[in-house]
């Protein structure tokens, strides 16, 4: 079992940045940070491995940059040039299975609680 804690969400407003953070209660070989609008499907935003690799949304590129500490079993994401769009409950998921980084909710069998994102015009 693997409990993840999310921290980091908050308000801001458009153009401004925010630094998502989950822990984990134990190793995990692959992590990756989802969202969800209301009434709009989970879609994936970033992943990373635990040899570095990493994945981003069309929507991520350029703006968001995910990041890992495996000493401490922990990620980051940092967001940066958020939009209006970008407001979202931001789920931190896991795997210890290969990490195939495709930003597939059936690829990741822990989930966090999440944090919520605002960001205003």
């Known amino acids: 079992h693997v409990q993840l804690v999310e921290s980091g969400g908050g308000s801001v407003q458009a153009g401004g940045s925010l630094r998502l953070s989950c822990a984990a209660s134990?190793?995990?070989?692959?992590m990756a940070w989802f969202r969800q609008a209301p009434g709009r499907e989970r879609e994936g935003v970033a992943a990373i491995g635990s040899d570095g690799r990493t994945s981003y949304a069309d929507s991520a590129k350029g703006r968001f940059t995910i990041s890992r500490d495996n000493a401490k079993n922990s990620q980051s994401l940092q967001m940066n040039s958020l939009k209006p769009e970008d407001t979202a409950m931001y789920y931190c998921?896991?795997?210890?299975?290969?990490?195939?980084?495709?930003?597939?909710?059936?690829?990741?069998?822990?989930w966090g609680k999440g944090t919520q994102v605002t960001v205003s015009s």
């Open positions: 998921a896991a795997n210890v299975g290969d990490c195939l980084l495709r930003l597939q909710r059936r690829d990741f069998g822990w």
């Open positions: 134990r190793y995990i070989t692959c």
